[in-house]
């Protein structure tokens, strides 16, 4: 069965110091996995997405995941946080489905 | 471009009564639309996915007769929650994409259900 385990519930990191947030997943065949961002009272937006190509995938806001099959994992980073990150982040694979992780919330602190 | 609406954003009935949630493309058609739900502090669910013009197809233990769907037009779906019961208070997410699960899901803001 497939399935996506969000390693922290919550992150909190400083403005400016660098982000991780930890995904690991299970999956029969040859993933797509995605990153996917939740702010308050706005629709989930797509960070990112890994669909079989390059293995470092880059995407909006200066957020990265690398997909690492030997340890199944697809870990998002940032270099720098702001504080516009602070936000509920998603790790998500697809089958014929998306099926999502459990959420990681990001605070940033000033 | 991709915006995806949901009306109302939040809602309080009581014990019984029936709920209406509309979820709205603005400015694409979308194909197929999802309903997901999600319980405080966890992840969303998949409830359900409809085609346009189609019957819904739930996920197991979705109850069909509980949470009926409707997507009459390319631009919108509805969620009616029927008989609605304190245990049916939850968060309600749509999407919708062009083409399937298989193309990007834009999803709404989400609808906050509480039923006293």
């Known amino acids: 069965a497939q399935s996506v385990t969000q390693l922290d519930s919550h992150v909190s990191v400083s403005e400016g110091t660098p982000v991780l947030l930890r995904c690991n997943y299970s999956?029969?065949?040859?993933?797509?996995l995605f990153w996917y961002v939740q702010h308050p009272n706005k629709g989930l937006q797509l960070l990112l997405k890994?669909?079989?190509?390059?293995?470092l995938v880059k995407g909006i806001n200066g957020f990265e995941a690398e997909f690492k099959k030997s340890e199944t994992s697809f870990h998002l980073t940032k270099p720098s946080a702001h504080m516009s990150d602070a936000a509920e982040y998603f790790c998500?694979?697809?089958?014929?489905?998306?099926?999502f992780g459990a959420g990681t919330r990001l605070a940033v602190h000033p | 471009g991709a915006v995806v609406s949901q009306h109302p954003s939040w809602v309080i009935c009581k014990s019984g009564t029936s709920v209406k949630i509309e979820c709205r493309s603005l400015?694409?058609?979308?194909?197929?639309m999802f309903w997901y739900r999600q319980f405080p502090k966890q992840s969303l669910m998949l409830m359900a996915t409809?085609?346009?013009?189609?019957?819904?197809?739930?996920e197991q233990g979705v109850e069909k007769d509980k949470f009926l769907i409707n997507h009459a037009s390319l631009t919108l779906s509805t969620l009616t929650v029927t008989s609605a019961h304190p245990e049916d208070s939850s968060f309600y997410i749509c999407?919708?994409?062009?083409?399937?699960?298989?193309?990007?899901?834009?999803f709404g803001p989400g609808t906050r259900l509480t039923v006293l």
């Open positions: 999407s919708a994409s062009v083409g399937g699960a298989y193309n990007e899901q834009f």
């Open positions: 999956s029969s065949y040859s993933p797509s």
């Open positions: 890994y669909t079989s190509a390059a293995t």
């Open positions: 998500v694979v697809r089958v014929n489905k998306l099926i």
């Open positions: 400015d694409f058609q979308a194909t197929t």
């Open positions: 409809s085609n346009e013009g189609s019957k819904a197809t739930y």
